[in-house]
């Protein structure tokens, strides 16, 4: 019979609010619930208090009467049985899923959803499947065949795991609840049933096929349409097609996560595409167009390139951004543009004549039609004169 003060039990101010009171009986409750502690007397009886002064704590109601009255106010006189005439603490997990939800009940009081729940029908998993894709698929879209390992109701027994003929029988631990009590004074609790594991039933004869389980391994194959425009880390969730679920429940879903293969040509920038273009030298110098690989065909004549103007004097570097060649736009009819990076090419293997042809066009040109090496050879200039000053003042 609890007779010191409930804030001291729980350790708490007065003044404490409703969450910081459940965040102090959670971890008190942790630190002395019976089963952390080997079932002895003294975390039973520490236990009990603590939950006897979150009872009446977290109640608006009784906290007022305790704060007016103190413990006469809750329970006519002192101590008392703060959970209900006649129950005492068979219906202590009742507390422990208000306060820690279903998860504790699992964990301390073989609990798992609330018992009855347990051996109905039950959702299958879901399932991850990954799968790689190429650039070209994911521009267009396309439709694989994919095998995903899953698990099916076994068609001998149809899911039961009896033997054909048979049916499973009531466990005769549990009576069919699936759950057995243990109880140590006024002290109970609920556990899954350790014959039946829960299901409230047995398998006299098991079914030769899933050997009882009710669920054989098998792949399933199965058709994915992979939309235009999808990406690196993209999701496609298929309703209905994970595992199978367990006495008749629904099957779990499926979710396919898409990598894309790096391509030889193209780089991918959001919904750009970036391609690098090798460009004559006389090309780059006179002006002209080429041509760039692209993606799609139907801009492109049916040939999968696109005409490229590349402007006079263009330098390795110089971009040309096509608009529409891109990447489609997932669930849009927005498209990406096409940018074409020139890269200028200086011959190479030149005949003798070639030589003499390029000796007199340099010779010709000068410094002033290359203005970045101009504007380079001014800064070295400085820069050498720089450290020659510095070394002559040493």
């Known amino acids: ?92 997990n009742d507390i422990f899923s208000q306060v820690f939800g279903d998860a504790f009940g699992d964990v301390f009081g073989g609990r798992q ?49 009896a033997k054909a003929g048979t049916k499973p029988v009531t466990c005769t631990t549990c009576q069919g ?6 109880a140590n004074g006024f002290f109970q609790v609920e556990r899954t049933c350790p014959r039946c594991g829960g299901h409230g039933q047995m398998i006299a004869e098991p079914c030769t096929t899933c050997a009882g389980h009710g669920q054989v391994r098998k792949n399933r194959k199965l058709q994915l349409k992979v939309p235009a425009g999808v990406d690196d880390g993209s999701r496609i969730r298929l309703s209905g097609e994970g595992d199978a679920g367990q006495r008749g429940g629904p099957r779990g879903d499926l979710y396919v996560f898409l990598s894309v293969t790096p ?17 004559p030298m006389t090309t780059a110098a006179l002006g002209g167009e080429i041509e760039a690989p692209c993606l799609t065909s139907e801009a492109c004549d049916g040939r999968c390139r696109a005409p490229v103007s590349v402007p006079a004097g263009a330098q390795t570097g110089r971009t040309v951004r096509i608009k529409g060649k891109g990447m489609p736009h997932l669930n849009g009819k927005n498209r990406g543009d096409l940018v074409v990076e020139l890269f200028v090419e200086t011959p190479t293997d030149l005949t003798a004549r070639q030589k003499e042809l ?16 101009s504007s380079f050879a001014g800064k070295a200039k400085r820069f050498w004169a720089d450290i020659l000053g510095a070394e002559a003042t040493q």
């Open 263 to 279: 391509h030889e040509l193209f780089e991918r920038d959001n919904l750009d595409l970036l391609v690098t273009v090798p460009v």
């Open 1 to 92: 019979m609890a007779t010191r003060d409930y804030y001291e039990i729980l350790g708490v101010e007065r003044t404490i609010d409703a969450a910081g009171l459940k965040s102090a009986y959670r971890k008190l409750a942790m630190e002395h619930h019976p089963d952390r502690n080997g079932g002895c007397d003294e975390s039973m009886a520490r236990f009990k208090e603590i939950s006897e002064a979150y009872t009446v704590l977290s109640d608006d109601q009784k906290r007022a009467a305790y704060d007016r009255f103190g413990h006469a106010g809750v329970n006519g006189g002192g101590g008392g049985n703060p959970f209900g005439q006649g129950q005492g603490f068979a219906d202590v």
């Open 358 to 373: 390029l000796e007199e066009l340099a010779a010709s040109l000068g410094d002033t039609q290359t203005p970045r090496n």
């Open 113 to 161: 959803g609330g018992g009855a729940r347990q051996h109905g029908p039950r959702r299958g998993s879901d399932l991850r499947y990954d799968l790689e894709i190429t650039l070209e698929q994911a521009y267009k879209g396309a439709e694989v065949e994919i095998a995903v390992p899953t698990t099916a109701t076994c068609e001998t027994c149809e899911g039961s795991g």
């Open 177 to 182: 609840a699936g759950r057995v009590r243990t």
